[in-house]
């Protein structure tokens, strides 16, 4: 289910739909219904599909009335755009539907939005959509499928190309440019030159849209199966200085001799190279996209010539978390981003297990996902590094093993403990005292729980002499 489209309260009152219900009720009101957008894209591709969006020439009034007929309530957040949602269960799987009238859309210029227009023929609804691996339809009661601008070839091409002249389409609507390049990461296909001069004709316009509606569809870029395709695309249209400007500097900026690429290069390649799993995907993408946004800012000439970007993880950081907030994506999401880009440098020594505790306790619980960034992030170095990696991540797992205890280190005195045992009104001592207590458990000079100890500690370390 395609997220905002219906809340969680009416989800749990929607009635289940049978396809061939829903089918049969369209066409004894002579309604056509054709499956299009996604859903027939991944069939033709042999792909499978949660969601499935259909066509109609009923109008959303009709719509709404033909389904709650059939004993359901649907979803009528998009209906004023002409979409009406609902819950069809087909060969005893639910899916997500949206049943969307005709559409031949107006554009004024400067809006972002079209002027919905309905319409009552397939072909005009087609002929406005954005690809023609979009402007396809299958008539769900007949099977038929209607491909009148060649979507079946260039789905088999691995092709994105718009429906008609490009630059008058992403005139239209600018977000396709985006959406263009997200599907190119996405299906791994390739975009044709024609679409991509059209879209550096326009890549300004994308300055008009929304930053959710950016931020969404780069999103969608970074986590697809070949990011590396849609990031060189944002670079080759000249979209990337006009929605990640600050990533843009990374263009053209040499390195020294330990790099094949320059920074831009070298992004790409640890992005394309970064391990992920469905849970880590997109953190891990961003990450790797932003890890060296601070080395443009803090780029010097050394004494023996060589390009220097000494703290350049730590300006990176507070750069990323600035483009995160202007993003407006997740704070807690680009706190952690913004500390794997702080950390990514950090080199502990793997036979020192207090030195890999530490490293791990700077990332708590989230040590995996740092080591793929350092690992991504050596991948394109003119040496191999292979060795310390490899040992890193043993030591890392070892110590997760065996010595959890210490890696989840906190003070044995709250405090509430400190206040007692000094008799002193709270203040910023308490927490100087309960970092060090805790880096002490960190290090295996005191033992989790052991408050006598902790205790000693502290009057040491209170009764030491200010410098």
Known sequence: ?????????????????????????????????????????????????????????????????????????????????????????????????????????????????????????????????????????????????????????????????????????????????????????????????????????TASLLGTLSQERITAELDKLLCGRDPGSGLRGLEATNCLEVVLPEVATMVGCEQNSFHRFDVWGHTVATVEAIETTPESLRIRRWAALLHDLGKPAIRHRKANGEWGFYRHETVGAELAERLLERLRMNRAEARLIALLVRRHMDRPDPADPRSVRRFMAKVPGHWPDLLALKSADNGSHTYVDDAYHDALTAACERAERDEADKLHAESPLTGDDLVALFDREPGPWIRAIKEHLSSMVLDGELAPGDKPAAERAAKSMLRRPRR
Do not use: C
């Not at 209906?79 to 639910?94: H, M, P, Q, S, Y």
């Not at 406005?128 to 979507?151: E, H, K």
């Not at 630059?167 to 299906?187: M, V």
């Open 1 to 201: 289910m395609r997220a905002g489209i219906v809340d969680q309260r009416l989800w749990q009152t929607l009635v289940v739909i049978q396809r061939d219900e829903l089918v049969q009720a369209f066409r004894a009101r002579g309604y056509q219904l054709w499956v299009v957008g996604g859903a027939l894209r991944d069939e033709l591709r042999g792909v499978t599909t949660n969601d499935v969006d259909y066509a109609t020439d009923a109008t959303p009034d009709e719509v709404e009335g033909l389904v709650r007929g059939l004993g359901t309530t649907p979803s009528t957040v998009g209906k004023r755009f002409g979409t009406i949602g609902i819950l069809v269960e087909e060969a005893d799987a639910e899916q997500w539907s949206e049943i969307t009238t005709f559409r031949g859309d107006a554009y004024s210029e400067g809006s972002r939005w079209p002027e919905v227009q309905f319409g009552r023929e397939i072909h005009g609804d087609l002929a406005r959509r954005d690809f023609t691996i979009n402007a396809m339809a299958r008539d769900a009661l007949t099977g038929a499928l209607l491909d009148p601008f060649d979507g079946a070839h260039d789905l088999e091409a691995e092709i994105i190309r718009t429906v008609g002249e490009p630059a008058e389409r992403f005139r239209e609507d600018p977000l396709r440019i985006l959406r263009g390049l997200r599907f190119a990461s996405q299906l791994g296909f390739e975009v044709d030159e024609r679409t991509i001069d059209g879209m550096r004709e």
